[in-house]
C-alpha cells in the first residue's frame, strides 16, 4: 500500500501531483472509498454536520471532491456487523482509501475491531489520509492527542510507518499547535516524528519516506 500522509487534505498542487503519481491511472479511472469514522470520536468534527460535509465533499478540505470515478462509504463501526464477504471484496477492489481527521485513536480501535487494519498491508492501493488520519498510521500519536481514551489506556496507533505526525502546525485556529509546542510533544516520542503545516503531506511508499510541502515542516529524530 502507498500512503499520503496529509494534514488538511489534497488542497495544492504539489500534493495533488503526488497524489497523481502514486495512482496507476487517472484519478478519473479510480475507485475511492472514504471513511468518515474517526469523526465521530471528535467533539469539534463529529457526529453530524461535518461528517456529512466530508463525505458529500462539501467539506474545506479536498479529497472527496478531486473528481474520482465513484466514491463509496466505509463506515468502519458497522462491519463487525456485517459478514466479510459482503466488504473485504469491495476493499480489496478499491484504487484509494480517503480516510478523515478526527480522533486517531478512536481510529485506530475501529480499525482493528473491523479486521480493516489486517487488510491494509497487502493491499494494492493508495491510502490518502488526513489528519488522525494520517496519525493513525504512526506508532504513537503522543499524549497531547489523547482524546478518546482506548480499552488499554494507551496511546498507541498502527505502528504501519515508523514516525509519528503532529498535525495542523501553526494553525490559526489551534494557538496550541505551534513549533515549540511541537518541539514539547516530540521530547515524548521515542523514535521520529514530523509536524507538518496544513500545506504540508508525507508520501510512503516501499518504506521510502518523501516530505511534500508548500508550507512549514519539521523533522524531529
Known amino acids: 500500500m502507498k500512503l499520503l500522509l496529509t494534514s488538511a487534505g489534497v488542497n495544492n ?12 491511472k487517472p484519478i478519473a479511472d479510480c475507485t475511492a472509498l472514504c471513511i468518515p469514522t474517526a469523526m465521530y470520536g471528535h467533539p469539534w468534527v463529529g457526529p453530524g454536520v ?26 468502519l463501526t458497522a462491519l463487525p456487523s456485517i459478514h466479510k464477504e459482503r466488504w473485504v471484496p469491495l476493499v480489496k477492489e478499491t484504487d484509494v482509501f480517503l480516510v478523515s481527521g478526527g480522533d486517531a485513536l478512536y481510529l485506530a480501535h475501529w480499525m482493528r475491531q473491523s479486521g480493516l487494519a489486517d487488510l491494509l498491508p497487502s493491499l494494492d492501493a493508495v491510502y490518502v489520509g488526513m489528519s488522525a488520519g494520517s496519525m493513525v498510521m504512526a506508532p504513537v500519536v503522543g499524549e497531547d492527542f489523547v482524546g ?19 498535525p495542523h502546525l501553526d494553525h490559526e485556529m489551534l494557538p496550541e499547535n ?5 518541539e514539547k ?7 521520529p516524528s514530523y509536524a507538518i503545516d496544513d500545506q504540508t503531506a508525507i508520501k510512503v511508499i516501499d518504506g521510502e519516506v518523501e516530505v511534500v510541502s508548500e508550507g512549514n515542516w519539521r523533522l524531529f529524530s
Open 13 to 24: 498542487k504539489s500534493i495533488h501531483e503526488a497524489l497523481v503519481a502514486m495512482l496507476d
Open 50 to 75: 461535518r461528517t456529512w460535509e466530508f463525505i458529500s465533499g462539501n467539506s474545506e478540505n479536498p479529497m472527496v471532491d478531486l473528481g474520482w470515478k465513484s466514491v463509496g462509504v466505509l463506515e
Open 148 to 166: 478518546w481514551n482506548p480499552p488499554n489506556g494507551e496511546d498507541e496507533a498502527l505502528g504501519m510507518v515508523d514516525f509519528s505526525i503532529f
Open 178 to 182: 505551534t513549533m515549540a509546542d511541537a
Open 185 to 191: 510533544w516530540a521530547r515524548g516520542i521515542k523514535g
